[in-house]
């Protein structure tokens, strides 16, 4: 027995593998069946030699066969499955079992003990199995088996369980339909990779049998169509681990194996596929320890890189920490916090936006730029943390002399063919950990200290100080209102962070505006800001409702209430984010969340990837029109979204700063009283 496998003992759902020629016992099973003792296991719907005891059925037809049994038995009882010719065959559906045990059943609770409290769901004929076990889960382990989400389009599903591990750091369970289904999850499984948002997604397969020879065999003309050589292919290079059942008697192994890999840093997508025979096969109920499958654990810095580094960040005449994810771990914010506090002079920029980092209302907030920012190029040490694209060369340089020190739970970007920067040296480390250590030494260190009080490192502290607040006034002045009485995104965000509860949770996809949303969020608080990371458009649909949902289940748990969730958009970007499912959702579930769609008539992110390239291109003087990315006439955003809920959405459109105010009270004030509100906002470009 593996060592970690504790078989349960013998009770309700035994299985026996009788002889196969002793037919005169397994008449006298069948017998016992009619009688309601014992009843066929009807694998194959004729196949009389495979049995299960019901718990207090200790059928004196069996007294000779003692009613306990080992794995292997059970697992050669699925090798020989007698074979049967296919005219006798007539169906291979039976009978369903009251206490049936299969090997999905299994699945769900490895799931709910391994601690995923959500299964996203979109299902096919792939999951009758899977169905069985959730009409019985829910029965019979009320509370203690996972609440299932009907989710009509799989982007969305996967969305969900990514906005859900992005805010509480716990994965959810994503369910799909054979090839077509994880194809449909597109561009979520990109962006949960890139995100590093740990998901576990399941995919059955179409039977591997054809003539009833096992339960789950094919029954649909679509079980020849979706056959497919390597479903996993389909996803696996994006996916932390990918791997297919092969049978029920490992499944619980299987789940806490993919959600290890989930889990363990860089945190990611993972890929679990079965067959339907698999899914169906009855299995001896089990459990494992579950404190066995903690993720792997990532350790600090080596002694020797303390030691460099806090001497470097002491000695720096500009200092600077660029990150993007390390705010991921809501502990690494307050730890940034205090290295800048004894770093004084210390600026922290944030090229990634996928996390809030480090709190816009201390003075050595950059705020977020995509890798183009003046203080990239007059750093003289740069420390690197939990970073993508720290700075993109074309456009933007440290200097040549800059000392740069990298720190990443994934410093060589394993997945990326191209990537490199001048780090002197790099190291595989946990954020939390090498930052404290840094802080330790330079706050242990009595001549670091001596540096870091000289009155050179108070005239920095200073100069980043009166930086700072030129740099609040700027974004300010930047975000009035335009004369005619418009308004751009900066000065819309300016009023969703004054009227909004402060502790909001912002679910940004906001593309060409991105920058102008932060920069007048100013967000404080950890966890308060969740950006996809990565670059398929169409997560924040999904994204703010799995993050809305984790809030209110976490919430609800202390017997708190949960967070109010603000969604904010490119129009663009909304259509991707397929509306109709999400907004059916959110009212099928009672999940409210606001959604502000940035309406600038269409694509403005592909006139600038071309001016970059372009800057004097035909298409740098063509209209909107002529490079097919105006939207033009205007889809009704608030409408696509009423209609999916069943008319159940607040809406508005506006254009006016002067009713800003009034509208986005009304909006704040539907979503606090449990209805989804969608408002369709004119926003002018570049401000
Ligand atoms: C799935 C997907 N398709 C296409 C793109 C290419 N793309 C990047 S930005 C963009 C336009 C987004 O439009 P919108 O949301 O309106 O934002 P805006 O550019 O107007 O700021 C497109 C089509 C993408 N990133 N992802
Ligand atoms: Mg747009």
């Known amino acids: 027995m593996p060592p ?133 889960g829910a029965r019979e382990k009320k509370d203690r088996f996972p609440r299932i989400i009907t989710c009509p389009n799989e982007m969305v599903a996967m969305s969900m369980a990514d906005g859900y591990a992005r805010l509480t750091g716990k994965p959810q369970c994503v369910i799909v339909h054979v090839d077509v289904g994880t194809q449909g999850l597109g561009a979520a499984v990109h962006n949960a990779s890139a995100g590093r948002a740990p998901i576990l997604v399941f995919a059955g397969l179409s039977p591997f049998t054809q003539e009833g020879e096992m339960r789950g065999s094919r029954t649909e003309y679509i079980h020849w169509i979706q056959d497919v050589p390597d479903q996993k292919q389909i996803v696996g290079q994006y996916c932390r681990y990918a791997a297919e059942l092969k049978t029920g008697h490992n499944v619980k192994q299987m789940v806490n194996r993919a959600l290890q890999f989930a889990t363990s840093a860089p945190q990611g997508p993972v890929y679990l596929c079965g067959a339907r025979e698999v ?12 404190e066995m499958w903690k993720p792997v654990e990532l350790g600090g810095l080596p002694q020797g890189a303390v030691r460099d ?32 506090d004894t770093v ?24 977020l730029r995509f890798g183009n920012e003046e203080a990239i190029r007059n750093a003289d040490v740069i420390v ?50 090498s930052v404290e250590q840094v802080t330790g030494q330079l706050k242990s260190d009595e001549t670091l200290q001596a540096q ?107 017997g708190e209430k949960g967070k109010f969730v603000v969604q904010i958009v490119g129009d663009g970007t909304f259509l991707f984010s397929v509306p109709g499912s999400v907004y059916w959702i959110a009212k ?20 600038k990837s071309l001016l970059l390239v372009h800057p004097d291109g035909l298409g740098s003087k063509a209209t909107n029109e002529e ?25 508005a459109r506006v254009d006016k700063a002067a009713d800003l105010d009034e509208v986005l009270r009304k909006a704040i004030e539907a979503v606090q009283g449990g209805q989804s509100a969608v408002l369709d906002c004119k926003v002018e470009l570049g401000c």
């Open 588 to 607: 099928r579930y009672n999940i409210p969340v606001l959604t502000i769609v940035l309406n600038n008539k269409g694509w403005n992110a592909p006139r």
């Open 4 to 136: 970690l496998l504790r078989a349960t003992p013998p009770r309700a759902s035994n299985v026996i593998r009788l002889p196969r020629h002793n037919h005169a016992l397994q008449r006298r099973c069948v017998a016992s069946a009619a009688a309601g003792n014992i009843y066929p296991r009807g694998e194959t719907g004729i196949s009389s030699s495979v049995i299960k005891l019901r718990p207090a059925a200790a059928s004196p037809a069996l007294s000779g066969l003692g009613n306990s049994f080992t794995l292997q038995q059970q697992a050669r009882q699925l090798s020989s499955t007698p074979s049967i010719s296919a005219q006798t065959l007539l169906t291979t559906t039976t009978a369903t079992p009251p206490n049936m045990y299969t090997t999905s059943f299994a699945f769900f609770e490895a799931l709910w003990d391994a601690g995923v409290t959500h299964c996203f769901v979109n299902l096919g004929s792939d999951h009758p199995s899977i169905i069985e076990a959730m009409v019985k």
């Open 384 to 433: 690197v943390l939990d970073c993508d694209v720290p700075w993109i060369p074309t456009q933007c340089k440290p200097r040549a002399d800059a000392k740069i020190f990298h720190i990443d739970v994934d410093p060589l970007k394993q997945v990326m063919p191209l990537f490199y920067i001048d780090a002197i040296a790099r190291f595989r480390a946990d954020a939390l950990t």
């Open 279 to 290: 899914m169906e096969m009855d299995i001896v109920p089990y459990e494992i320890r579950q």
């Open 452 to 558: 870091l009080a000289s009155e050179e490192s108070e005239e920095r502290a200073k100069a980043v100080q009166a930086a700072f607040e030129e740099r609040i006034k700027a974004i300010a002045d930047k975000a009035q209102p335009l004369a005619d009485g418009g308004f751009g995104t900066g000065h819309l965000s300016s009023k969703l962070r004054e009227l909004c509860p402060k502790d909001t949770i912002w679910a940004v996809e906001a593309v060409t505006n991105t920058v102008f949303v932060h920069d007048n969020l100013q967000p404080t608080i950890p966890g308060q800001w969740i950006n996809c990371g990565g670059g398929g458009l169409g997560w924040s649909g999904g994204g703010a409702l799995g993050i809305k949902l984790a809030s209110d289940h976490e919430a609800k748990a202390r």
């Open 344 to 367: 004084k002079g210390l600026r922290v920029l944030d090229t990634g936006g996928s996390d809030m980092c480090f709190p816009a209302d201390h003075p050595g907030w950059l705020g």
């Open 309 to 340: 580094i806090a001497a470097a960040l002491a000695g720096a005449k500009a200092a600077l920490l660029i990150t993007a994810y390390a705010g991921r771990d809501h502990r690494v914010v307050p730890a940034l916090v205090e290295l800048a």
């Open 627 to 651: 490079i097919n990315i105006s939207f033009d006439p205007a889809p009704d955003y608030a409408g696509i979204a009423k209609a999916a809920a069943g008319g159940d959405v607040h809406t």
